[in-house]
């Protein structure tokens, strides 16, 4: 009964802001296009870099969909430098991340996410202009498209409450479509923390090892930048340090051992090593710089999730939280399941067919 608790009050907390991230989400989706994007990427040296870094501390992509997006855009023009940025910004940071850490954690942490987010992006894009990893990869040729179909792509111009629906539906359907296993086990494990483990159970793991720790474990797995977030104030509220919380929150999203062997045929193995240095490093300095502040200013640790089970919730967190919970269900039921039958039955008459 305690975890149940735990697991609605873990709900209640993260629905009404992670609702409105969605949503957020959901707009610039529906607003910015990948041509949008490509044309901001503009720009070669520092600038290029600076403005990816930038563009992509918004946008909903994880660590997943962001691939293709980069893909396309190096296919288009866009420099390592630029590309680099642009994969390390995007799945660490997003508007639906941030609302989930103001409304999990606290202000300074929301705040200080998205910054060192910036930082580890600029820093791989300068080192991938310092080592000029640009001439160790093939470049291919831009896709060239007919003026014609230019023109066709005007005129078929969508409607701004046609975008609008879209926002809807790429926010609350298709977004929490991608997210929703990797939300559900944030939460699930963040709620089972919380009831399992006792008070200042992380306290001994303040120093490099524990941060060691955390970047074995971090760099080659993945984690959505949004379901980190329940875990990282549980390990805070059980007595890990907030700077060792932002490690985890910035090192877990950004890589993964897969996307990291795929990107390499675009940005090359030199980049790619450039990438995951930059990656460590930046959220190493910005661990430490974190646990400094949080000391220096005295600010408190008054995580929401901490005292929601002292307070009267209104009827529209409550209503959040139900339709958000039937959101994760409905992903999980009507989407995840029925994908990863198939995925099972496909397997399984591959097998069958080569053993006959």
Known sequence: MGFLTSLWNYILVSAPFLM???LAAGIIKAFISVDRIKKAMGGKGIWGAFKASVLGIPLPLCSCAVIPT????????????????????TPESGVDSIAMTYGMMDLPMTIIRPIAAFFS????????????????????KPEVK???????????SESFSKKLKDSFKFGYFELVDDMAVWLAFGILAGA?????????????????????????VGIPLYICA????PIAASLVMKGMSPGMALLFLLVGPATNISNILVIGKYIGKRGVVINV???????????FLTDYLYQAFTWPLDFKVAH?????????EISLAVVFTLLILRSLLLVELPRRYKLYKANKKQSSSCCG
Do not use: Y
Not at 146 to 156: F, T, W, Y
Not at 226 to 229: D, F, I, L, W
Not at 278 to 284: M, R
């Open 192 to 216: 089972f923390i919380d009831f399992a483990l006792p008070a200042n159970f992380f306290d001994g793991l303040h120093g490099w090892a524990g941060r060691g720790a955390i970047l074995l």
């Open 121 to 140: 992006a600029m820093v791989a894009g300068v080192l991938q202009l310092v080592f000029k990893t640009d001439k160790f990869v093939k470049n291919e």
């Open 277 to 287: 240095v930059a990656i460590a490093v930046v959220a190493l300095v910005f661990s």
């Open 308 to 316: 929601h089970d002292h307070e009267v919730s209104s009827w529209w």
């Open 146 to 156: 007919s003026c014609c179909a230019s023109k066709k792509k005007e005129v078929a």
């Open 70 to 89: 980069a893909a396309t855009l190096k296919k288009q023009g866009a420099s390592n430098s630029a590309t680099s940025a642009f994969l390390i910004s």
């Open 226 to 229: 949004s379901a980190t977030t």
């Open 20 to 22: 409105f991230g969605l």
